[in-house]
Structure formats: structure tokens, C-alpha cells
Nanobody, 123 residues
Framework: VQLQASGGGLVQAGGSLRLSCAAS????????MGWFRQTPGKERLFVAA????????NYADSVKGRFTISRDNSENVVYLQMNSLSPEDTAIYYC?????????????????WGQGTLVTVSS
């Protein structure tokens, strides 16, 4: 599975961004698609995930109510809509995929990764 993330950029606090993750190379039936983020010197942290087949979602507490993960099965794209952004959301965002239907927040559980896209939120 190849993943291509895009949509990062600079936004003011309170603003919104939508990240996209285009998947190719395999039919994504029983996959979990996730978003993680990382700041320099820190570990990669779970943000959100969605089941490609069942559509169920899972969110980190820090983004609940502000971020929404969704998928477009016909286009093989996963989105992360980020609203009410704060400087604490500044990070490199990565999309990831793992086979199966169980949600994991541990990045080591995900076998496939896209390149990161930088999100910078100014105060």
C-alpha cells in the first residue's frame, strides 16, 4: 500500500485545514486508516483512525470534537478535517494503514506510512 499525504500548511489559531491521504497499490477492504502527528524530539502520537470497511472512527481525546476523519471509498482517499486549530496542533501529520478491523493507537501496529505533511498553527 502506498500512501500520499497532502493538505498541510500555515493557518492561524482558530482556523481549519483538511488533510488528504491518497491510497494506492492494494484494495483497501479490511484496513484501518490512521492519522498520527509528531513534533521534533517527541514520539509519534495517534490522532484519529477509521475502518475502511465498517466506517467506525476512533479519536484521540485531544482532538475529539474538533477533528473529523472520513473516507471516500470510490477515490481511495482518507481525509482529516481539522477545525478550531491551536498552536498545540502544530506538527508533522502522517497517514498510516494497517490490515485488520481493530483500532490501535500504537504507531508500531501500522505497517504502511505516507510521507508527512506539515501543519503549522500560528497564535
Amino acid at each position: 500500500v502506498q500512501l500520499q499525504a497532502s493538505g498541510g500548511g500555515l493557518v492561524q489559531a482558530g482556523g481549519s485545514l483538511r488533510l488528504s491521504c491518497a491510497a494506492s497499490g492494494r484494495t483497501l477492504v479490511d484496513y484501518i486508516m490512521g492519522w498520527f502527528r509528531q513534533t521534533p524530539g517527541k514520539e509519534r502520537l495517534f490522532v484519529a483512525a477509521i475502518g475502511w470497511k465498517h466506517g467506525r472512527r476512533n479519536y484521540a481525546d485531544s482532538v475529539k470534537g474538533r477533528f473529523t476523519i472520513s473516507r471516500d471509498n470510490s477515490e481511495n482517499v482518507v481525509y482529516l478535517q481539522m477545525n478550531s486549530l491551536s498552536p498545540e496542533d502544530t506538527a508533522i501529520y502522517y497517514c498510516a494503514a494497517r490490515e485488520g478491523v481493530v483500532f490501535y493507537t500504537d504507531p508500531n501496529r501500522y505497517a504502511f506510512w505516507g510521507q508527512g505533511t506539515l501543519v503549522t498553527v500560528s497564535s
